[in-house]
């Protein structure tokens, strides 16, 4: 097996027409458009010192990373009609990616227990949500979050590559780069799947678990209002969460038994393009009722 010997690689994106490189470009720039400004209006609001903001702009802030890892250059990309990216570039990508991929799963986990507590356990709200404890949780997950990346990303640094050098996806998505490697990539697949199941499937248990509590309290509501009111709000919040958890997990969980990387490249867009938008909206909107 010949091992290539260049430095970079061929993003091959979405479409090879160049009809409808123009629609991609003005279809994705518009979406980064609107996440980058939601997000940071959310950022930039009055509100940030109670908890519930505090971690919203967590959550903001990781998804504009999540969104400017990808996006832009592949925007870039289509604007010069050059598909390559290099090989320090990918292995940057899947960095930050998986670093802020891991945030906004952890943060979302959080919010959760964040309304669990009020929702659930509103008078001993402020003694159990403090300013010690938000820091601490928000810590923890930007140190998970790095963590669990650089293992990622430490393992594809052992790797040698064949020739085919083409990835059939608009970023550097792992499992597609695992798939050039002419290396045994064993261990590579063993630290996805730990990652996937300690920092993907136990939040989503935890997330689902506070969701459950929290619409059994909203039927107690004697409010006939107050109980749309709240399943309207926490209805929105965790359609996004499971949009977010089911394309996510689906693509990698899956990976094995699916062979078609279009099925892969719209899942993709769901959980890094799509949710990102929503966040903002469906978070600071909703919250306010």
């Excluded at 430490?154 to 597609?176: A, G, Q, W, Y």
Aim: aromatic share 14%.
């Amino acid at each position: 097996m010949e091992i290539n010997q260049t430095r970079s690689f061929l993003l091959l994106g979405f479409t090879e027409d160049p009809d409808l490189q123009p629609l991609f470009f003005g279809l994705f720039l518009s979406l980064y458009v609107v996440t980058f400004a939601g997000s940071l209006a959310i950022i930039s609001d009055p509100h940030l010192h109670t908890p519930m903001y505090f971690f919203l702009s967590n959550l903001s802030f990781a998804d504009i990373g999540f969104t400017s890892t990808t996006i832009p250059k592949m925007l870039w990309n289509i604007q010069t009609q050059s598909k390559v990216i290099t090989y320090e570039g990918c292995i940057i990508q899947i960095f930050l990616f998986f670093v802020f991929e891991c945030l906004d799963i952890l943060i979302l986990s959080v919010m959760a227990y964040d309304r669990f507590v009020a929702i659930c356990h509103p008078l001993h709200y402020m003694v159990i949500i403090n300013p010690w404890v938000c820091g601490m949780l928000t810590l923890g997950s930007w140190c998970l979050s790095v963590t669990s990346s650089l293992l990622e990303t430490l393992t594809v640094l052992r790797l040698s590559f064949c020739m085919n050098m083409k990835i059939p996806h608009f970023f550097c998505d792992l499992l597609e780069v695992l798939k050039l490697t002419c290396s045994d990539t064993l261990i590579n697949n063993i630290v996805v799947y730990f990652v996937a199941i300690i920092l993907a499937v136990f939040p989503l248990f935890w997330i689902l678990f506070s969701y459950s509590q929290i619409f059994s309290s909203i039927l107690r509501i004697s409010s006939a209002r107050g109980k749309y009111k709240a399943f309207s709000t926490c209805g929105s919040h965790l359609f996004v969460v499971s949009l977010f958890h089911s394309t996510g997990l689906g693509v990698y969980l899956s990976s094995a038994v699916i062979s078609s990387s279009r099925t892969i490249l719209v899942a993709s867009v769901m959980y890094t393009v799509v949710t990102p938008m929503l966040n903002p909206f469906i978070y600071s909107l909703r919250n306010r009722d």
